[in-house]
């Protein structure tokens, strides 16, 4: 049976358990757990491929592990959602010095 509040629940469960994924990619990030915070990027890029906050932290994972142009690419992902984005562009400095 339907109920009235379900879309509007299960709505709030899919913010949470984004926020919560994006909250642990950062603090692995902080921690220089570069895979797991890719693992957390990746589940919110499952259920939102065009999230612009997991791209930006899944890009810094990746160069974190050494993977450059998969790093770009998400990076790119990232600025074509938000090219003004003050941190994407930091980032993408900090890319092409270690290219």
Not at 1 to 30: D, G, T
Not at 85 to 95: F, I, K, S
């Amino acid at each position: 049976a339907f109920h009235p509040c379900s879309a509007s629940l299960q709505a709030q469960q899919r913010a949470c358990k984004i926020m919560c994924w994006l909250n642990c990619a950062a603090v692995h990030l902080l921690k220089s757990e570069f895979r797991d915070a890719k693992t957390n990027c990746d589940l919110v890029l499952e259920l939102e491929p065009e999230h612009p906050k997991a791209l930006y932290r899944r890009a810094q994972a990746r160069l974190g592990l050494n993977q450059l142009s998969k790093s770009e690419a998400d990076l790119r992902a990232a600025l074509t959602i938000l090219p003004d984005d003050t941190a994407l562009l930091r980032l993408r400095r900090r890319l092409l010095a270690a290219q």
